[in-house]
């Protein structure tokens, strides 16, 4: 993922024509880290910024359209920012953990030390209403199958009242 975010910057400046003078705003986002390594060690002279407004809508709209093409469904995954959202998509990750958790931002300590025990409790609770689900459905079918051959229904008696 870094190096992804180091490629897209690289080719960007090279969109743009970059040359030495030209003043580029960063975000100060940490992930963006691995730009400003790459700046650094390229002297490439950059600004920290702070994205906001039209800018700052426009991200979010495109996260959202991202997040819901990975398959985030719910209704209260919108723009706004904020503890809604994190857990609009916590419990996203916790539902397929496994396959999830590369989304997350793991860099944070409070990951390691609490919110990754979490996803994985949670995820097993998932794991086990899936089974249980399965299993109702699939007694409910064999009820059916079995009322169905000792019941049996002429097409004629069904059709009969018309």
């Given at each position: 993922m870094k190096e992804h975010i180091v490629k897209i910057t690289i080719d960007a400046l090279r969109a743009f024509n970059h040359t030495k003078g030209d003043r580029i705003l960063l975000c100060r986002g940490n992930c963006f880290d691995p730009v400003r390594e790459y700046?650094?060690?390229n002297d490439i002279y950059y600004e920290p910024a702070i994205v906001e407004?039209?800018?700052?809508?426009?991200?979010?709209?495109?996260?959202?359209?991202?997040?819901?093409?990975?398959?985030?469904s719910s209704r209260n995954l919108t723009k706004e920012a904020g503890i809604q959202r994190y857990f609009v998509l916590f419990d996203w990750v916790c539902r397929d953990f496994p396959n999830r958790e590369r989304f997350v931002k793991t860099g944070f300590p409070a990951w390691k030390k609490k919110w990754k025990n979490i996803a994985i409790r949670r995820y097993k609770k998932y794991q086990r209403n899936v089974v249980q689900k399965k299993s109702v459905i699939e007694r409910r079918a064999k009820e059916i199958s079995k009322n169905m051959l000792e019941k049996p229904i002429s097409v004629r008696d069904a059709f009969s009242d018309r």
């Amino acid at each position: 993922m870094k190096e992804h975010i180091v490629k897209i910057t690289i080719d960007a400046l090279r969109a743009f024509n970059h040359t030495k003078g030209d003043r580029i705003l960063l975000c100060r986002g940490n992930c963006f880290d691995p730009v400003r390594e790459y700046f650094h060690e390229n002297d490439i002279y950059y600004e920290p910024a702070i994205v906001e407004g039209k800018l700052q809508d426009a991200v979010e709209g495109k996260l959202i359209q991202h997040l819901r093409k990975l398959g985030v469904s719910s209704r209260n995954l919108t723009k706004e920012a904020g503890i809604q959202r994190y857990f609009v998509l916590f419990d996203w990750v916790c539902r397929d953990f496994p396959n999830r958790e590369r989304f997350v931002k793991t860099g944070f300590p409070a990951w390691k030390k609490k919110w990754k025990n979490i996803a994985i409790r949670r995820y097993k609770k998932y794991q086990r209403n899936v089974v249980q689900k399965k299993s109702v459905i699939e007694r409910r079918a064999k009820e059916i199958s079995k009322n169905m051959l000792e019941k049996p229904i002429s097409v004629r008696d069904a059709f009969s009242d018309r």
